[in-house]
């Protein structure tokens, strides 16, 4: 079976909500030699997109968000092993959550996945994460960067907050600030002062390494 189709038949599998045809046609992929990349973007995220689209267009409900996002973890785990196997020297270290009052998370995971995947040694704060709780882990983890995603037009004013605090706490010196999630645009990145900002998983690692002045 042609590549395209397998993507195909994953990217349905996760707008269907079906966790077992994900599951099963992520190790098709992988057996048909698709890199785990090519997976996500090409595949599941193509899947989870049109499980929004939907959502937006009123055809699909709350129940089915969560089913499409369960259906994309599962392939999602197939990869992981995949991708963050090989042990290395760490090149950076990275503290990441999703803000207080967002529980989305999929795209934080992938972007921990590829960052873990580069060298770097990621803390995982979680979802629903209150500013107070990245100061804390800052002071205690010590990151070289953090990295703070908001899907929801709601939250994405808190990745705001957490600079702020930041600063009144003088660790903004300190730690570079990363921020993402799909309303976020390098526009806000400027407005509120962050240091770099991400569209996506592979970028997030330009941007990392980048910011460490790994890479020019
Ligand atoms: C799955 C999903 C859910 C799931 C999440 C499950 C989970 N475990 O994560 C559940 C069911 C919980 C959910 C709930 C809700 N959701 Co929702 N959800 C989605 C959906 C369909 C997909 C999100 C996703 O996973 N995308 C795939 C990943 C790969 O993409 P991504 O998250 O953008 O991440 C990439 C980049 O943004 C970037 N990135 C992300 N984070 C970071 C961080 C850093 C540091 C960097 C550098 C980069 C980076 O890299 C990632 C990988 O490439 C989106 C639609 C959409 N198109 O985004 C709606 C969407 C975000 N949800 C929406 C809404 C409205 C809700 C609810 C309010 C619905 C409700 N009525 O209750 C609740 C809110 C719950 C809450 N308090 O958070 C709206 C938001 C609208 C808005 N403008 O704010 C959207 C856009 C749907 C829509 N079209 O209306 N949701």
């Known amino acids: 079976m042609a590549n395209e189709e397998i993507l195909r038949k994953l990217s349905e599998g996760v707008l269907e909500g079906d966790e077992v045809q994900v599951k099963e046609w992520t ?20 899947g989870i997109q049109g499980v929004g689209a939907l959502f937006a267009a009123g055809t699909y409900f709350l129940p ?4 499409g996002a369960k259906a994309m973890d599962a392939g ?8 963050t196997g090989q042990k290395r ?3 950076g270290r990275v503290l990441m959550g999703t803000v207080q009052g967002d529980l ?5 995971n992938i972007v921990i996945m590829m960052l873990k995947t580069a060298g770097f040694e990621v803390m995982d704060l979680g979802i629903d994460v209150p500013a107070r709780k990245f100061i804390e ?14 899907l929801l037009t709601t939250t ?19 730690v570079k600030v990363m921020i ?25 690692v330009d941007v990392a390494k980048r910011l460490l002045g790994l890479v020019g």
Do not use: C
């Open 137 to 150: 882990q800052t002071r205690d983890f010590k990151p070289s960067i953090i990295g703070i995603s908001a």
């Open 64 to 67: 089915d968000l969560l089913l």
């Open 27 to 46: 190790e098709k992929a992988i057996a048909a030699g698709i890199e785990p990349l090519e997976v996500i973007n090409d595949g599941l995220t193509k």
């Open 156 to 174: 994405v004013g808190r990745q705001k907050e957490i600079i702020e605090l930041l600063e009144e706490e003088g660790l903004r010196k300190k």
């Open 104 to 108: 989305h998370e999929i795209g934080k």
């Open 76 to 83: 999602i785990k197939v990869l992981e092993p995949l991708m």
């Open 180 to 204: 993402g999630g799909a309303p976020i645009n390098q526009n806000w990145a400027d407005t509120i002062g962050a240091d770099g900002y991400a569209e996506d998983a592979s970028v997030a």
């Open 89 to 91: 020297e760490f090149i």
